[in-house]
């Protein structure tokens, strides 16, 4: 099989830096379904197990929510450095925190410190639920610090959202900014998919914008091929493959699927394109975007 980056994995240990939605299994239950099955403990080593058969040339971490976002990223850069595995760590901070500045120094010090993870999502965002952040001063000046220390913003917003990422892309130029989950799309029927893309086209008129395509289990529950096809589609065609990049967001993603049925459908989902344009969606944007492996 072709080699691959897998651009958006959670490694975490609850037993020594527990995740809020972990230790309450019911927080996100309208989000995941019933997620008890997941695991408390999940590492580089149980990951690269699940992912044998596939050539993963590196990973992208994202912090998925630990009370200590420095020391999670800390523990996921030891693993890479003993198994040798090529990564990039997305921590996870609140550009309204007056603490960002600090975690942003420290984060930084780390080799594979790359990306600063901003969660919009109201579930997600404990407590910070419908801000917009563009008439918050000091988070865009946090914004501008991630930019100033060539950090990528990872922003983890609903569809209902995406205006507001649009408005932060255009007015912060400098800032390189991946929409997570390719703008997570709350209602993906048919009918919703052409407003999608208009969020989407807006968002991508700004160059200094690219897309995680993941966390489809998340969105659309059990899903078929057939399925997320055209939604998949739609944002490769309006980001293109330079600016598109495929994770599998395990473990979560076995909830509904794993490793091996998910990849096995975006190679049929993106089968017809050039092998230069399945080499970017397949890893080549991820490293370019995380340098990973730099």
């Known amino acids: 099989m072709a080699p691959l980056v897998d651009c958006n994995v959670h490694l975490w240990d609850q037993t020594a830096n527990p995740i809020f939605w972990l230790t ?3 927080l996100v239950r309208d989000m995941l379904g019933n997620y008890d099955t997941l695991p408390d403990v999940y590492t580089l080593a149980d990951y690269g197990r699940e992912v044998a058969r596939h050539d993963v040339r590196g990973i992208v971490w994202s912090d998925a929510g630990a009370d200590d976002p420095f020391a999670a990223a800390a523990w996921v850069q030891r693993q890479c450095d003993e198994l040798a595995v090529p990564g990039a ?3 996870l901070g609140d550009p309204a925190d007056e603490g960002f500045a600090e975690l942003v120094e420290r984060f930084r010090a780390l080799p594979l410190a790359r990306s600063v993870r901003v969660r919009l999502v109201p579930a997600l965002a404990q407590g910070a639920a419908d801000r917009t952040l563009l008439d918050d001063d000091g988070a865009m000046a946090n914004l501008e ?3 100033k220390h060539e950090l990528v913003a990872t922003l983890e917003a609903t569809g209902d959202q995406l ?8 007015t912060l130029p400098a800032l390189r900014i991946v929409v997570d989950h390719f703008g997570w799309p709350q209602n993906p ?13 807006a968002i991508a008129a700004a160059s200094n914008t690219a897309t995680r395509i993941d966390a489809i289990g998340t969105i659309f529950g059990a899903w078929t091929i057939d399925r997320v096809r055209p939604w998949l589609r739609a944002a490769t065609d309006i980001f293109g493959p330079d600016r598109c ?5 395990l473990p979560i993603e076995r909830l509904r699927s794993g490793f091996d049925p998910l990849y096995d459908a975006y190679r049929d989902i993106f089968a017809d394109l050039t092998d230069g344009a399945r080499d970017a969606l397949f890893g080549a944007t991820a490293q370019r975007w995380y340098r990973v492996g730099a």
């Open 24 to 26: 309450d299994r019911s």
């Open 89 to 91: 760590l997305v921590t």
């Open 145 to 147: 610090l991630l930019a």
């Open 163 to 170: 205006d507001v990422v649009a408005e932060l892309a255009h």
């Open 189 to 201: 029927t048919e009918d919703a998919l052409g407003r999608h893309r208009d969020r989407l086209s």
């Open 245 to 249: 990049m495929l994770g599998s967001d």
